[in-house]
């Protein structure tokens, strides 16, 4: 029927994958070896500065994970079938600069992130929220300040992990780190094997371009970034056993007290705007909270 083999390759696969031909947003389930990310250029002054800071500060991430700024993360399962809809968003925001200067905390008792804050330099000031929540609503993802259980989008470079929110916020008042500009002209599509393996590039969308669908970007193989170390330094495993003990210390051990019965009928008496009311105190304490750690 079509004497084009690129054509009947590409019909075989619209039976195959409906959803990877569809104009309609794909809806996957979502996976932490998966992300899409603002990453510096591979290998450049700006990269190695960070990294360097990185590797001073003894980051567990630093083998697994570039210098990054997460848009979408956890990220689709299967990124190479939402990459068309990753390039129709990309096409409607231009290129901009970033800036790398003042540095954030995350976390609390048991937990701190210290990171460090990009600003865009020139032109619109929104430009990196905008072009996180155009992906969101292109991918059929809500945005993270309207979904529910999550925090605002708080763009960050992470530079390493800590055991409380004040051992972050100690190392970020003694860091030295001279500030840093690189232009984003395109976000990645990253992707790694299992949970301690590296995240190699699935691909590189350029942003302000229209998008074009190529059939041999779906058996393009996956490619490492020239500046990421070929094998994990050796502290980087008592690190992440750290961070993993850390994290689920304590765990199992703490039962919430048994609700009386007077509790439990006033909240099956509950109405609908009862329970709206206190979702909306909750989502409020929680924004204030993050508010206060990022002025931190």
């Known amino acids: 029927m079509y004497n084009c083999p690129y054509c009947t390759a590409a019909m075989l696969l619209k039976r195959l994958w409906p959803g990877m031909m569809a104009a309609a947003p794909l809806q996957q389930s979502l996976t932490h070896t998966t992300s899409l990310c603002i990453v510096p250029p591979d290998d450049s002054p700006e990269w190695r500065a960070v990294q360097a800071t990185r590797l001073e500060m003894r980051d567990a991430g630093i083998y697994r994970w570039p210098p990054h700024c997460n848009l979408i993360y956890p990220f ?25 200067t003042a540095y954030g905390t995350f976390g609390g008792a048991k937990r701190g992130v210290l990171w460090l804050r990009p600003e865009v330099v020139g032109g619109d000031a929104e430009s990196l929220s905008t072009l996180q929540s155009t992906l969101c609503a292109t ?110 210390r304590g765990r199992g051990k703490r039962r919430r007290k048994r609700r009386s019965a007077a509790e439990r009928a006033e909240i099956a008496a509950r109405t609908p705007e009862d329970i709206a009311a206190i979702r909306a105190e909750r989502a409020a304490k929680k924004k204030r909270a993050m508010e206060e750690a990022g002025d931190s």
Request: proline fraction near 7%; aromatic fraction near 10%.
């Open 76 to 100: 689709a399962a299967k990124p190479r079938l939402a990459a068309r809809d990753v390039r129709r968003a990309c096409a409607a925001i231009e290129p901009f600069r970033l800036r790398l």
């Open 139 to 248: 991918l059929g993802y809500e945005t993270p300040a309207a979904r529910k259980r999550s925090l605002p989008f708080v763009p960050h470079f992470t530079l390493a992990h800590f055991e409380s929110l004040a051992a972050a916020a100690a190392a970020g008042d003694a860091l030295t780190f001279e500030p840093v500009e690189f232009d984003v002209s395109a976000v990645h599509l990253l992707e790694r094997e299992g949970h301690g393996g590296q995240f190699e590039v699935v691909e590189k969308v350029p942003l302000g371009r229209a998008p074009l669908w190529r059939l041999r970007r779906l058996f393009r193989r996956k490619r490492r970034f020239r500046g990421m170390p070929t094998e994990a330094p050796d502290w980087v495993a008592d690190a992440m056993a750290e961070r993993s003990s850390r994290r689920f």
